[in-house]
């Protein structure tokens, strides 16, 4: 009799374990209930790593070469000398509402001279004047980028800085824009 009950407990057992694997109550899905109240705010995490010194949205040119041609007007007369810079970047937006410098090397990149335009030193006067896609420079002198044929050091070398009017303006930077080692470094430039 006891093989009996065994038998008999093991298939009320399984017979159970069946029904109740079988047997759901799946209905259609209820209404959304209301939503629970905001948990706590977790801890901060780690802070990243220090990123790269960086000139977000700031455009600046390799240091270039620049010819002057001469003015001449109807009696053949050299009466200045103008150079255009190629700037492609320079967009009707930035000539508008953005910043733009343009800085001349007097020496070579060995031991730079760098100066801001517009530059008024003694006789000699340049100007540069803005406009989509380029940048028109006028002195009373050719300050034609010159190389040394001795050791092919170049001197004059020119190099612009485009700042779109959405970036740091001049203004809302502690910058002299006028010291260029100050611009250098401000905005991490690459000789």
Do not use: F, G, T
């Given at each position: 009799m006891r093989r009996m009950s065994l038998k008999f407990y093991f298939g009320l057992l399984l017979s159970l374990s069946i029904a109740a694997v079988s047997c759901?109550?799946?209905g259609p899905e209820g209404p959304q209930g209301p939503a629970g109240a905001a948990g706590q705010q977790g801890a901060p995490g780690p802070a990243g790593p220090k990123g790269d010194a960086g000139t977000?949205?700031?455009i600046y040119?390799?240091?270039l070469d620049v010819v002057y041609e001469p003015n001449v007007n109807d009696d053949d007369d050299t009466t200045g000398w103008s150079a255009v810079i190629i700037a492609d970047k320079l967009t009707a937006d930035i000539v508008n509402s953005g910043e733009i410098k343009v800085y001349l090397n007097l020496n070579n990149s060995d031991a730079p001279i760098?100066?801001?335009?517009?530059f008024f030193n003694g006789g000699i006067i340049i100007n540069p004047t803005f406009a989509t896609g380029g940048i028109l420079l006028?002195?009373?002198e050719d300050i034609s980028t010159l190389q040394d044929p001795s050791d092919g050091k170049k001197y004059f070398q020119y190099r612009y800085i485009l700042i779109p009017g959405g970036a740091n303006t001049l203004e809302a930077v502690?910058?002299?824009w006028n010291d260029y080692k100050a611009v250098k470094a401000y905005?991490?430039?690459k000789d």
């Open positions: 759901s109550k799946e977000a949205n700031v040119s390799n240091w760098v100066v801001p335009l517009p006028d002195s009373n502690d910058v002299d905005l991490n430039l």
